[in-house]
């Protein structure tokens, strides 16, 4: 406030494509929280999001979880309490994750960006994290460096940067991309650490759902502000062609059912 003046909040540009002046989806604002469509691309996001600052200390997710759960209860009583209940249903046919990192990865290097405590370890790799809760990151760095590998704390487009150049056989970015404002920075750095031939696994919800077009603000996938951008399967291919990777889909049956996106970004071996 200057003057009296109410200081209007910057609207940021698509964070795959760098295009300016989305168009305002306002159907899907809450609170003071605004959506957009980028007019290039087509990646839904959150126009005005908090900022790493305050996804650390006001937002975090494992300091915000319970009240989501709450407002989504009440919001879905009875949708709400059906899915949790049936949780179970997603790992029908899926096999364990240690089984599905050594099919993609081999063995060697592995990377979990938003490792949160790093609390689980996959036989026949190293793994290495990046946590940008500081209380996350000192409990991953605690279990990584009993295995040989160690977290790094910051935002994810910083704190890849501490990773030399073909360092890892793969990287997992499970439920991640969808919370980093930078997208862009981190896969371009994804690439560069991969060694020639490496995949990364990602995980995002999916806007283009069965579930989104039916309840549409009170899908389960919007959680604001902590997400601050919402692919589909188009949107996602095309910020993987920008940052030098193909795209593998893993869910293709489900995946007009499914609330998330599988897929695999694959590197060109050399």
């Excluded at 900022?51 to 006001?58: F, K, N, P, S, T």
């Excluded at 650490?193 to 990364?200: C, H, M, N, V």
């Excluded at 996602?236 to 893993?250: I, M, Y």
Aim: glycine content about 8%; charged content about 25%.
């Amino acid at each position: 406030m200057a003057d009296g003046v109410q200081m209007e909040t910057p609207v940021r540009a698509c964070p795959s494509c760098g295009a300016e002046g989305p168009a305002e989806m306002p159907k899907f604002h809450r609170d003071e929280w605004r959506m957009g469509r980028c007019r290039s691309c087509d990646l839904v996001y959150l126009t005005n999001p908090p900022g790493y600052e305050a996804l650390v200390d006001d937002f975090a997710w494992e300091k915000t979880w319970a009240a989501e759960k709450a407002a989504r209860l009440e919001a879905r009583p009875f949708l709400q309490r059906a899915d949790l209940a049936t949780r179970w249903r997603h790992r029908i046919g899926r096999k364990p994750d240690a089984v599905r990192y050594a099919d993609w990865f081999g063995s060697g290097n592995l990377l979990n960006v938003g490792c949160a405590a790093a609390s689980v370890q996959y036989p026949g790799f190293t793994q290495y994290g990046i946590e940008i809760s500081e209380d996350l990151a000192a409990k991953a760095d605690e279990n990584l460096r009993t295995h040989g590998g160690y977290c790094v704390h910051g935002p994810g487009a910083e704190a890849i940067k501490a990773f030399p150049d073909a360092m890892f056989d793969g990287v997992i970015l499970r439920s991640y991309l969808e919370h980093e404002d930078h997208p862009h920075t981190v896969l371009q750095h994804v690439a560069r650490i991969l060694k020639p031939g490496g995949r990364a696994y990602v995980r995002v919800p999916n806007f283009n759902s069965l579930g989104r077009m039916i309840f549409q603000r009170k899908w389960v996938g919007l959680r604001y502000p902590d997400h601050v951008q919402y692919f589909t399967l188009d949107t996602l291919r095309d910020l993987a062609r920008r940052t030098g990777f193909s795209v593998r889909l893993l869910n293709p049956i489900r995946l007009p059912l499914d609330d998330n996106i599988n897929v695999l970004f694959e590197r060109e071996a050399a």
